[in-house]
């Protein structure tokens, strides 16, 4: 019993507790920081002079902030603006086709039963597991090599237009809407697809959101293919062109970070105008199926 209370008093001391409490504050505050530098070095480094510079001349902040290096991204190639655009069009396109797509094939292998159903959908879990580079060279070879769609929209679009996780992620989603709803439908006289887009879509609006917000994010940032998918420079992504801005000696770092924030601003104004979703997104999968 004395020892109990000697716990009990441990345990509910205010001093303790503050102590306990700055301590976790430090450490959370610490992970922050590590997080956080990256994002406070590329804005600083967006305000800083329009000069060429070495590895050797990097400090955490400019010396010298101005304006000068916003201005210099969009005088640097005809192309900047277009840059953006050709992001834009990329990650909507691919956006709008998972959407319909994938919610399309979620839907055939939570409700429709038709022969290889598992089968099919076991080959989906699969290529989830695959890694996103292996499939590059097989893309690459069919998409430019084969069909010639080198520098086109089709090539940044088509080879994300629908991807295995979303089609997963949706399916997990429809298993758990109930059955009953769907064969009251048919009793009705509807077919599939008026099932589809009149009852399931309307009750399904979390999931979508999620889908066109990941898959969105996903490909606004992504590089590896339209690095092997575009030559040109009026084709080049956002991501792509900002390695033009790289020699093997210098490197035009304010102009460049100027460059990345521009890119990173509308993906912040996505987050915290649908922060909701994002969170979501962590566990909208989760249905047992």
Not at 183 to 212: C, D, H, Y
Request: aromatic letters at 16%; charged letters at 10%; glycine letters at 4%.
């Amino acid at each position: 019993m004395a020892a109990k209370g000697l716990y009990s008093q441990h345990h509910h001391n205010p001093r303790m507790r503050v102590v306990r409490n700055l301590v976790l504050a430090l450490i959370l505050l610490s992970f922050a920081g590590v997080v956080l530098f990256p994002l406070v070095y590329m804005v600083s480094w967006s305000f800083g002079p329009n000069v060429k510079m070495s590895s050797s001349l990097y400090t955490v902040f400019p010396r010298k902030w101005t304006l000068d290096s916003y201005k210099a991204f969009f005088d640097f190639s005809p192309y900047s603006l277009r840059w953006l655009l050709n992001t834009f069009i990329m990650a909507a396109g691919t956006t709008v086709s998972n959407v319909i797509f994938a919610s399309m094939a979620g839907y055939a292998f939570a409700k429709v039963r038709f022969p290889g159903n598992k089968f099919l959908f076991f080959l989906i879990l699969v290529a989830m597991m695959i890694p996103y580079q292996v499939t590059q060279v097989p893309l690459y070879i069919l998409l430019v090599n084969k069909f010639n769609m080198s520098n086109t929209y089709a090539a940044l679009i088509l080879p994300g237009c629908v991807t295995s996780y979303n089609i997963f992620l949706s399916k997990q989603f429809f298993s758990g809407i109930p059955t009953a709803l769907i064969e009251n439908a048919k009793v009705e006289g509807a077919n599939q697809f008026r099932i589809f887009w009149s009852i399931i879509l309307p009750m399904s609006k979390t999931v979508l959101a999620v889908m066109a917000i990941n898959t969105f994010v996903g490909n606004w940032n992504t590089f590896f293919w339209p690095f092997l998918a575009t030559t040109q420079d009026s084709m080049y992504t956002i991501q792509v062109a900002l390695k033009t801005f790289k020699d093997a000696s210098w490197t035009l770092l304010s102009p460049m970070m100027a460059g990345a924030t521009i890119s990173a601003l509308p993906m912040f104004i996505l987050f915290f105008t649908l922060q909701k979703y994002f969170l979501e997104g962590v566990t909208v999968g989760a249905v047992k199926g």
